[in-house]
């Protein structure tokens, strides 16, 4: 198929049109329209692009244009939201009224060359264009369509890259079972295992035991081997498969481990003996005395479409000792809060002020979930004290951690300040 296109060699950007039949966007009468439209649809993406370009260049996939037979001008049909950002990056002038600013600041901050003014494109007949089209747009096609990645691609692909998966736990069981021989775990959502495999209860039930970085079993081996290849087999069958929605809350999680020591005769995983002295003497400790600031139990749920929250949320989980890092894991748990109270106030159509502070948006959003009965009273109260001074149930601790210079947290302080809102947090992205 690449031997049907051609290099058009390097065109200057401004004799390339955007495609006013773009199947994305529908039949368009003009050039503004199109730049218009694009923005309406997919403004936050071009954003990304421009700035993208910017400081790297264009990237190197293929831009594929083709002869206007009516004006033989040449016509983007594969690469418009690009070939858009390229444009206006070169005249910003031609950007929406409310853009303008934006690319002309984009424009000054370039790294210098990284602009294109001309651009090599690929050209073919037109048969060739929507071959090559429903190739890239159709969806994998058994396989000869693009193929998107999926949970356990990017999983790999960050861990190579930053030396920490982004679902630590489900990973280390799942690259136990592969190792084990069990191929259905090379298969198995790595989300809907670290769901499973996080909660604490579900763990201590099968003999896991998960430090953060090690997978380690406080039961015999061989019997917490055969529950497991079970539970891989059970989200991976084709029939009656098991999915997200059936382990979801604490509950669901219960109820399926309860089914399989119960009812589907697994013998529940006999313990390898008593916990050592300083296991004995950690069962002892207040619950802010901990290394981790979000326990194993206590993660949120959140869409995968959050790559940042949720690499913060791993971060806590499994990454930064609170002990270490007593400041970072402060700021790193407001913007949690933050994300968490705009998500649920878009969500449910909750409006802001333009510079609202923490606390009212808190307070805002708290009212919502009481007036819906998802929150009790005394819970509400809690959440009311944000807008208030009290030590480690306000907003004005996590300034205070934030922007006072003199203001140092202890550990305990921010593990304690965590518990406390993490209903709050759950409630935000469970409810929507």
């Not at 370039?110 to 494109?121: F, H, N, T, Y």
């Not at 913007?335 to 009212?360: C, G, M, P, Q, W």
């Not at 305990?412 to 469970?430: E, P, Q």
Request: aromatic share 8%; charged share 30%.
């Amino acid at each position: 198929m690449r031997s049907k296109f051609t290099s058009t060699g390097f065109i200057d950007v401004s004799e390339i049109m955007l495609d006013q039949n773009n199947y994305r966007l529908g039949p368009l009468d003009s050039q503004i329209d199109c730049i218009n439209i694009m923005f309406e649809e997919f403004g936050p993406k071009i954003l990304k692009i421009a700035g993208h370009i910017a400081q790297n260049g264009i990237s190197p996939k293929p831009i594929v244009i083709s002869k206007d037979k009516t004006n033989n001008r040449w016509i983007v049909r594969d690469g418009n939201r690009r070939i858009t950002a390229i444009k206006l990056l070169n005249n910003p002038a031609e950007a929406p009224d409310h853009y303008r600013r934006y690319f002309q600041t984009l424009q000054n901050s370039a790294i210098p060359g990284m602009i294109p003014e001309k651009i090599e494109c690929l050209t073919a007949d037109e048969a060739a264009i929507i071959e090559y089209t429903t190739l890239e747009h159709m969806g994998p096609q058994d396989g000869i369509g693009l193929v998107p990645w999926d949970l356990r691609a990017k999983e790999n692909m960050q861990a190579d890259l930053e030396g920490k998966p982004l679902y630590p736990i489900g990973s280390a069981i799942c690259g136990y079972l592969e190792k084990k021989g069990v191929t259905e775990a090379g298969r198995v959502s790595i989300s809907n295992m670290q769901r499973l495999f996080q909660d604490t209860e579900v763990s201590k039930r099968l003999g896991i035991d998960w430090d953060g970085q090690r997978l380690k079993f406080v039961a015999n081996e061989d019997e917490v081997f055969a529950v497991l290849k079970e539970i891989v087999t059970d989200f991976t069958k084709k029939e009656n498969k098991l999915r997200v929605r059936d382990i979801y809350y604490p509950r669901d999680r219960t109820k399926y481990i309860d089914d399989l020591f119960e009812h589907r005769g697994f013998k529940k995983p006999t313990p390898l003996g008593e916990p050592d002295k300083e296991k004995h003497t950690a069962r002892g400790k207040p619950p802010w005395d901990r290394k981790r600031v979000i326990q194993r139990n206590a993660g949120l749920p959140t869409p995968n479409t959050e790559t940042k929250l949720n690499t913060i949320l791993v971060e806590l989980s499994s990454g930064i000792d609170v002990r270490d890092a007593t400041i970072a894991s402060g700021v790193l748990i407001r913007l949690i809060l933050e994300r968490s109270v705009d998500y649920y106030a878009k969500k449910n159509k909750i409006t802001f002020a333009k510079k609202e502070s923490l606390a009212n948006r808190i307070g805002k959003v708290a009212d919502k979930m009481k007036t819906m009965d998802i929150i009790d009273i005394k819970q509400h109260e809690l959440l009311k004290k944000m807008s208030r001074s009290e030590e480690l149930i306000s907003a004005h601790t996590l300034n205070a951690w934030v922007h006072n210079s003199q203001y140092i947290p202890e550990p305990r302080h921010v593990c304690t300040f965590w518990d406390n809102i993490y209903f709050f947090l759950y409630t935000c992205w469970k409810w929507k």
